[in-house]
């Protein structure tokens, strides 16, 4: 329980515990004790372990839960969408790497930020169409037109921005890999890869590339050939 004091309320004298909270402006004026653990609390230091932007101004920042600064306090991304992520603190992605987004033109793995038109999985392969403007859904080898142009290495829902990786890229979100085995488009699977050349009159015959390891691809597409 906080320390007590002696207060004159309109004449009156009275015995009034110190806050170890604050409500805010109704607690303009009254005296400060430590809390339970011996700290000043987080209401009365106006401190937050995350931010809400604008609003959250002249806080005091407080570490997380993780022991770090949260990164709406910094203002980090792991990926970026352009210009309107200028200024903010680049930092690794979830593979231990700088997202190829935060690179110039001409460096790093060749992508482009694309619609997606339908839920894609981590390391689909994707199909680059038009509707109402440029988006992108799972390739499919069952069917003639939706050939592999590029793969995904996140999960995106459907009418998110998914970034796509183009030729010379690595796929790293697979398992299941023969090193050195050709990888083809999955006529099965949408999205998917298999080392089984198709051979199903109507299915497309397309060369993915090859593997380096049992979870990463060289990503080196070859023509799609619909079987007669």
């Known amino acids: 329980m906080a320390d007590k004091y002696l207060k004159n309320l309109a004449g009156q004298i009275t015995e009034v515990a110190a806050n170890t909270t604050s409500a805010g402006a109704a607690d303009t004026g009254k005296i400060i004790a430590l809390n339970a653990s011996g700290i000043l609390d987080d209401t009365i230091t106006n401190a937050k372990n995350t931010s809400a932007g604008a609003g959250d101004a002249g806080k005091i920042p407080k570490l997380n839960a993780s022991g770090v600064l949260d990164s709406t306090i910094v203002n980090s991304k792991a990926t970026s969408a352009g210009a309107g992520d200028a200024a903010k603190i680049p930092v690794l992605d979830g593979t231990g790497k700088l997202d190829s987004s935060f690179m110039p033109v001409g460096l790093g793995a060749e992508s482009d930020t694309i619609t997606a038109s339908e839920a894609l999985s981590a390391g689909d392969f994707v199909n680059i169409w038009a509707s109402s403007g440029v988006k992108c859904r799972k390739a499919?080898?069952?069917?003639?037109?939706?050939?592999?142009?590029?793969?995904?290495?996140?999960?995106?829902?459907?009418?998110?921005?998914a970034v796509v990786y183009r030729a010379s890229g690595s796929n790293t979100q697979l398992t299941g890999l023969t090193p050195g085995a050709k990888q083809y488009l999955n006529p099965a699977t949408p999205g998917g890869h298999t080392e089984t050349c198709p051979s199903t009159s109507g299915q497309v015959v397309q060369l993915l590339g090859y593997?380096?390891?049992?979870?990463?691809?060289?990503?080196?597409?070859?023509?799609?050939?619909?079987l007669a």
């Open 140 to 161: 499919d080898a069952s069917t003639a037109g939706k050939e592999a142009h590029g793969f995904v290495l996140s999960a995106y829902s459907s009418s998110a921005a």
């Open 211 to 226: 593997a380096n390891s049992a979870t990463q691809m060289i990503f080196a597409p070859g023509p799609a050939i619909t």
